[in-house]
């Protein structure tokens, strides 16, 4: 409706590695994503060959060491690759962002003889993966999973069942949190289990809201026998290691949000500016103007948020309060903003025709996934005020 494209966010990076790195991302995602988003989601059709050239562009790696098929680069430029890609699709913003999450216990807490036999292969080598903490019975309260890992000898035996699970079903290996001793959250180990191993398998994935193109789905564990060499740091350190990944996906979760609230403010001034109405374009008129200048300046807080809490990281300095900030109020951000676009698009805002709809159906699972907007107020109220007298 509207001759005016959206301009590019003007970013701050660091480095010319990391302007060439993004003007790469925007050629993919303007080429090879955004053109098929609707049609792909409509279709609920998981783009498994864009993960595959994303892989091969060095892009499924990017905050991981160089010596094991890494970008080395920042939180800093990482995130903001992952928003430009969210703003192309949520379903591949998200889904690196998730296989980043994966990566991290091998990456971070894996031997040096594991890193060498696997890494390469997860960051680089066209694999994807997903992320298994979440139960039936076990959300918000991780450190009660039941999901079970007995020893037998130099292996262990897997059983139970993991749900909610980003790329269930698809991936290539999964990253396993299971109970190896007793409850609570010290008896928990995390295991590296391969996408094709013997007992493993996924339930139909979930029929969502939004997002239908990524698939969500349980995965159930019935004695997968993994060897010891796949175990990820020692016996009952798994829950401080799900803990240590989630501080960090939630920033991917954050640069995600501000992606999608982005194209939805992109794409309420392009249809503010070209409607008419009284003789003038909609884009006129003080009460659309006094939104759209609210969702920009929003969307802007947002993104220094999460910024301020990447460098904080980069830094190795404490973050886990800066990042569950970032995550509520990204999240949040991209939940009124996609909502109000909806709003300045009026009737057609409300149809498919236009991807208003689309980006405010996904925003709302921004605002649950990895930690709930509830749980971040909680770590947050924590960090500020002390924990709960109890």
């Known amino acids: 409706m509207s001759d005016r494209d959206p301009q590019p966010v003007e970013r701050q990076l660091p480095t010319e590695e990391a302007r060439d790195l993004i003007s790469l991302v925007r050629e993919i995602a303007q080429r090879e994503i955004a053109p098929r988003a609707a049609e792909e989601e409509d279709a609920g059709r ?15 790696g ?3 060491d160089a010596e094991y098929g890494g970008g080395d680069q920042p939180y800093e430029v990482y995130l903001q690759v992952l928003e430009e890609l969210a703003a192309a699709r949520l379903t591949v913003g998200l889904g690196v962002s998730v296989h980043t999450l994966a990566s991290y216990a091998l990456a971070a807490y894996g031997t040096k003889q594991q890193q060498v036999e696997r890494l390469s292969a997860i960051l680089g080598g066209g694999l994807l993966g997903a992320y298994c903490l ?26 139970g069942t993991k749900s909610w699970i980003t790329h ?15 409850e609570g959250s010290h008896g928990i180990t995390a295991f590296l289990v391969p996408g094709d191993a013997e007992g493993l398998s996924a339930a139909a994935p979930e029929k969502k809201m939004g ?13 997968v026998r993994v060897p010891d060499e796949r175990r990820l740091g020692e016996e009952g350190q798994g829950f401080a290691i799900a803990l240590s990944a989630l501080d ?11 992606g999608l609230a982005q194209a939805a403010l992109d794409e309420a001034v392009a249809y503010a500016t070209g409607r008419r109405q009284f003789g003038h374009p909609i884009s006129d008129f003080q009460g659309l103007r006094f939104m759209i200048a609210d969702m920009a300046t929003q969307i802007e807080a947002g993104r220094a948020l999460y910024l301020a809490a990447a460098r904080l990281r980069d830094a190795g300095r404490p973050f886990a309060k800066q990042a569950a900030m970032a995550k509520l109020h990204c999240t949040d951000t991209a939940m ?11 009737g ?43």
């Open 348 to 390: 057609y805002g409300y149809t498919a025709d236009f991807p208003a709809e689309r980006y405010m159906r996904e925003a709302k699972v921004l605002q649950i996934v990895e930690g709930t907007n509830q749980i971040q107020r909680m770590v947050i109220a924590r960090h500020v005020a002390g924990p709960e007298s109890r």
């Open 46 to 60: 998981f783009p498994r060959e864009v993960f595959t050239l994303l892989s091969a562009s060095g892009l499924l």
């Open 248 to 258: 960090s996906g939630r920033l991917g979760i954050a640069a995600c949000a501000i």
């Open 211 to 223: 997002m239908k193109g990524s698939p969500t789905a349980q995965v159930h564990f019935g004695d």
């Open 168 to 182: 269930g079903g698809i991936a290539d290996f999964y990253t396993v949190m299971a109970r190896t001793g007793g």
């Open 62 to 64: 990017l905050p991981y």
């Open 336 to 346: 009124k903003v996609t909502t109000d676009a909806v709003q300045i698009l009026g």
């Open 134 to 159: 979440s139960e039936p019975a076990s959300g918000s309260d991780a450190a009660s999973l039941r999901t079970k890992a007995v020893r037998d000898g130099d292996d262990w035996v897997i059983n």
